[in-house]
């Protein structure tokens, strides 16, 4: 059998929201900006730049409509998260275009990051869904716990396929299939996602991989075997749920570069450009960023694709 791979895969850089959002010290707005700067310098198009939730919950997040206003001139596309209708709400009213929603498919997970039930979540969404595409406004799916929830334990592949289902036929552009706290297999993910491709071939699927058990960059070759071509990734491997416990940060944006450019699949992004944004944020953030690509450029090695 002779496997096929994409010739071209898109990156989206969730490293400005999921990345940061689980830091505990604030990290200041201009840093953050920089940091969102220099990804796009790095040929980043897609990017989740901030969120627009309860500044009580997640108060790293509440300078989202400054991150906004200052990131304008940078002509990727960028994506702010909204929780509920008062989210995206705020999003409109500074001018966004690309929103992404999230839901948990288990109701404990959905419960503890947005306090409210999944069908809650559904029935508040489902109609502002259609509403924002009567706009033109680009909507993302974020689906959280696609494989295990940290409270469920696994999550039965027929459930996401149907939250899934339901997001589509309520108009979204994208679905965002997130491994919240890194537990899933190659095997899962071969799976689901080539379900997922079947069933949804108009509409943009993404895999979204946090590296909790440094299973994520055999998940995203699995992935691409299934026909995924587009990967939420996180510079320097930053991030997490603060609603998740156990989950550690998004696959590093700079090692999943490195493994697609070495298999000849064109990302469109600059490495050493992207180092550079990695080790701009760097010295803002607790955790040390361990990342393979990351660690031999501080070792002053040239290794790099
Ligand atoms: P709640 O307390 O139930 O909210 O929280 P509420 O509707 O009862 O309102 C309470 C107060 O919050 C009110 O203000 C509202 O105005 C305000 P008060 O009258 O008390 O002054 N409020 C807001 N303020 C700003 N922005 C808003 C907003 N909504 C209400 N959007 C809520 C419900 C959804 C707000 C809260 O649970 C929340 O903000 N949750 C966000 C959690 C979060 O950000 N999690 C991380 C992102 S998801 C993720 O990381 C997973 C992902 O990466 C995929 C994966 O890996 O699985 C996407
Ligand atoms: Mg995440």
């Given amino acids: 059998m002779t496997i096929t791979y994409p010739k071209k895969v898109t990156i989206v850089e969730v490293g400005p929201r999921d990345g940061l959002q689980n830091e505990k010290q604030f ?8 940091f969102i700067k220099n990804l796009f310098h790095a040929g980043i198009n ?13 108060p790293q997040m509440k300078d989202a409509g400054e991150i906004v206003e200052a990131s304008k001139s940078y002509s990727q596309q960028q994506i702010v998260l909204v929780p509920n209708q008062k989210g995206i709400e705020r999003a409109i009213d500074t001018g966004c275009h690309s929103l992404a929603v999230f839901v948990g498919v288990s109701d404990t997970f959905n419960k503890k990051n947005i306090n409210k039930t999944t069908r809650e979540s559904m029935d508040e969404l489902l109609p502002i869904i259609q509403k ?16 295990y929830c940290p409270y469920e334990g696994k999550i039965e592949k027929e459930r996401v396929v149907d939250l899934c289902r339901e997001f589509v036929e309520g108009g979204v552009d994208e679905l965002s299939v997130a491994d919240t706290i890194g537990m899933a297999n190659p095997m899962e993910c071969y799976t689901l996602f080539s379900d997922l491709k079947e069933a949804f071939p108009n509409t943009l699927i993404t895999a979204h991989f946090h590296d909790t058990r440094k299973m994520a960059l055999s998940n995203i070759l699995a992935s691409l075997q299934a026909g995924v071509d587009r990967f939420d990734c996180s510079a320097g491997g930053l991030g997490g749920c603060p ?7 998004n696959v590093a944006t700079e090692d999943v570069v490195f493994m697609l450019h070495q298999m000849g699949i064109e990302t469109g992004i600059d490495l050493p450009l992207l180092l550079d944004a990695v080790d701009g944020i760097a010295n803002h953030v607790e955790r040390p960023l361990d990342s393979a690509q990351y660690r031999l450029r501080k070792q002053g090695s040239v290794n790099q694709a």
């Fill in 243 to 249: 609603f998740a416990p156990g989950a550690t940060g």
């Fill in 46 to 58: 897609e990017m989740e730049i901030t969120s627009f939730v309860s500044p009580k919950w997640v």
């Fill in 27 to 34: 990290v200041p707005t201009d840093v953050k900006i920089d």
């Fill in 132 to 147: 924002l595409k009567n706009q033109g406004i680009f909507v993302r799916a974020c689906i959280s716990t696609s494989f």
